[in-house]
């Protein structure tokens, strides 16, 4: 199978440090970031929930340091973003959608307040949902295979 090339790319390996676990020593850090990002993505989003709008100030200092840690650490934060936590679905969620969304942004060019506008626009863009029940949230659609019969 032949592989279309693209210079504006990478892919690689994160290395591991034995001594500092599975993560590296630079992981350490960019788990504590990731961890306070879901942590103020909670924080955005109750207070969208209780006082009808999000903690703003709370949201750009969380996307400084995803900011911060999506440019020197790249490929350790978006290795964060497969990561699950269904308790927490909506924040990482948040998080990981402004990890992604900064880390195109910066292959393409994209930097400084652009790029953390790039960000807070991805760690928001669900933010409307607050006023959606949760039952309708957490509901799955019925398939349109499925019967009615019994």
Request: glycine share 12%.
């Amino acid at each position: 199978m032949d592989f279309i090339t693209l210079p504006h790319l990478r892919a690689g390996h994160i290395p591991v440090d034995a001594a500092a676990g599975d993560w590296g020593a630079g992981g350490v850090a960019v788990r504590r970031v990731y961890g306070e990002s879901i942590d103020s993505a909670r924080t955005v989003w109750e207070s969208a929930t209780a006082e009808g709008r999000p903690d703003l100030p709370m949201a750009r200092e969380a996307i400084e340091q995803l900011a911060d840690a999506v440019g020197r650490t790249g490929g350790l934060m978006i290795g964060l973003t497969g990561m699950k936590e269904h308790d927490d679905y909506t924040y990482t969620h948040m998080v990981n959608s402004s990890i992604l969304a900064m880390a195109q942004g910066r292959a393409l060019g994209i930097d400084g307040d652009q790029l953390r506008a790039l960000g807070l626009a991805a760690f928001l863009h669900d933010i409307g949902k607050v006023r959606t029940p949760l039952d309708i949230l957490t509901s799955r659609p019925r398939s349109r295979h499925a019967s009615s019969r019994s």
